[in-house]
């Protein structure tokens, strides 16, 4: 069982930077690939970056490449989502979830967090 706890949302103006945290509990929490994904009113859910367990992959919605950096501290259990030069648009609350690498990018996952609002505004 892993337990996933969000962290680092804000109110932020356009341009400006926030780092979001995943803290996760669990001793397998290593084993798995994490996610980040955000969900805005009257939107589909998207992932928006996502790492694999070792950190050796990731994966970068086009919307947020050269902005959002994703990494992970494995022995902190801890997945980080660097966001900069934001935009109204990156508006939305931001879920991370751990799952397979062929889940989590798709969309999915195993485990969740509550989520972390972030609004930008203009």
């Known amino acids: 069982q892993v337990q996933l706890v969000e962290s680092g949302g804000g109110l932020v103006q356009a341009g400006e930077s926030l780092r979001l945290s995943c803290a996760a509990s669990?001793?397998?929490?290593?084993?798995?690939?994490v996610g980040w994904f955000r969900q805005a009113p009257g939107k589909e859910r998207q992932c928006v970056a996502a790492?694999?367990?070792?950190?050796?992959?990731?994966y970068y919605a086009d919307s947020v490449k050269g902005r959002f950096t994703i990494s992970r501290d494995n022995a902190k259990n801890t997945v980080y989502l660097q966001m900069n030069s934001l935009k109204p648009e990156d508006t939305a609350v931001y879920h991370c979830?751990?799952?397979?690498?062929?889940?989590?990018?798709?969309?999915?996952?195993?485990?969740w967090g509550q989520g972390t609002q972030v609004t930008v505004s203009s």
């Open positions: 669990g001793r397998t929490f290593s084993s798995y690939a």
């Open positions: 790492i694999s367990w070792s950190g050796g992959r990731t």
């Open positions: 979830a751990a799952g397979s690498w062929a889940r989590v990018v798709t969309g999915g996952g195993d485990y």
